[in-house]
């Protein structure tokens, strides 16, 4: 049972953890069907009707910075990266927000690091080579780099173009600005 908040807005809190959480569901949902265009697209246009729905709420601060804080960090030690595949990790910005996103990667080869939106990805994902466009790119054995993205669903990649397996780690952290 939720206790009321000033003015009788009750509602408030467990609608935006509900968008959150939703949002969070949608990338796991996306990890796992990479293969699957058809649930990209479907994915796409859910994430566009979250982000207005989100956009129409007014929230409360304190329980919304603990939830963005959970949805933009992603920390893989120690990964494994056959040639030719690649990991990455999500990030979510929402409406009326910017987020800076530090972005560090370590690996034992050089590995080929893009930062996506959601569509750059899509049509990544639905390609053969390299990309059509991208927000970054960097490719190395260490790279270290902050960029600012206003809302959306952003992609941290992590390809391996060699012929040999390469173990890397990546840690992405966000902070968000705005609201």
Sequence with gaps: MYSSLPGGDSWRVP??????????????????????MARINYCQSQYNTLSSNYTALNHSFENLWSALNSLGQGNLEDVTLEPGYY????????????????????????????????????????????????????????????????????FIVVYNPSNGDVTYSLTVTTTYTGG
């Excluded at 509900?18 to 293969?35: D, K, R, V």
């Design 87 to 154: 990991g990455y990790v999500g990030v979510v910005v929402p409406s009326g927000f910017t987020g800076i996103i530090h972005i560090t990667m370590s690996s034992t080869s050089p590995l080929y690091l893009y930062v996506f939106n959601l569509n750059e990805f899509i049509d990544w994902v639905r390609s053969v080579g390299s990309p059509s466009s991208y927000i970054y790119y960097q490719s190395g054995d260490y790279i270290d780099y902050t960029l600012s993205e206003g809302p959306g669903l952003y």
């Design 15 to 36: 609608a935006v953890v509900f968008i959150i959480l939703f949002a969070f569901a949608l990338i796991m949902w996306i990890h796992t069907a990479q293969s699957d």
